[in-house]
């Protein structure tokens, strides 16, 4: 148990669904990210929110929506998505994003989407 | 951030030590090296970090070299449960976020 929780755990949809993934973190920190993992690919980063404020997206194509009510939640808005999405989508929190000497990052299970 | 190499995979026998290694040679002085690893469909999960110093934790221990070009990452007693895929990273002050490469893959051997 890392103190990040993400749901659903699989998730499948049609592209032309919309659907939204969830991650809460009970850690009190003030930093979350998605990333993303496909098959056999290293991770990518996706978002960065620091208290709330978005500060950084990494290119990711507007079908991808993500929002930040409060520091302890975390959505991803899906719509129209493609068969190439399909991955396994991580949450992960840490305290900040300003400091390397302390920056560990505690991750969620997971979302395994498969898009058809 | 630095660029970090690591051998695709490694095998280790259980019980026995595993060495995983990682080369930084580009590492600026700021930079701290993390170590992750991932076990099949999991999230990452945190190991240690260290900047100049070896490290110890109840994980692992971190061996740095004194060029700061290279590190090891020891697992002193591998179990089954050690097999995932280990990442290092270097992280600086000029990124918002730590960013994951390929990783060694362990397997860890009865």
């Known amino acids: 148990e890392t103190g990040v929780t993400q749901t659903p755990r699989h998730l499948v949809m049609g592209m032309t669904n919309k659907k939204s993934l969830k991650c809460e973190q009970h850690?009190?920190?003030?930093?979350m990210y998605w990333y993303k993992q496909s098959a056999k690919k290293p991770l990518e980063l996706m978002f960065v929110y620091s208290l709330e404020e978005r500060v950084e997206n990494n290119s990711v194509p507007s079908r991808f929506s993500p929002e930040c009510p409060n520091s302890s939640h975390l959505f991803l808005h899906l719509h129209t998505l493609q068969p190439e999405d399909s991955a396994l989508y991580l949450c992960?929190?840490?305290?900040?994003?300003?400091?390397?000497?302390?920056?560990?990052?505690?991750f969620g299970s997971g979302t395994q989407l498969s898009v058809l | 951030d630095a660029k970090t190499t690591q051998p695709p995979s490694m095998d280790c026998a259980e019980g026995r030590a595993a060495n995983l290694p990682c080369n930084h040679s580009t590492i600026s002085g700021n930079e701290y090296v993390y170590w992750y690893r991932q076990i099949h469909s999991q999230g990452p999960q945190y190991i240690i970090h260290g900047l100049k110093n070896n490290e110890t934790n109840e994980m692992a221990s971190l061996i740095i070299t004194e060029d700061r070009k290279s590190s090891t990452l020891i697992l002193p007693h591998a179990t089954l449960r050690d097999t995932a895929v280990y990442y290092c990273?270097?992280?600086?002050?000029?990124?918002?976020?730590?960013?994951f490469g390929s990783g060694t893959r362990l397997q860890v051997q009865p």
């Open positions: 850690l009190g920190h003030n930093a």
């Open positions: 990273i270097g992280r600086g002050p000029g990124r918002r976020a730590l960013t």
């Open positions: 992960a929190s840490s305290q900040d994003i300003l400091r390397p000497s302390n920056e560990k990052l505690f």
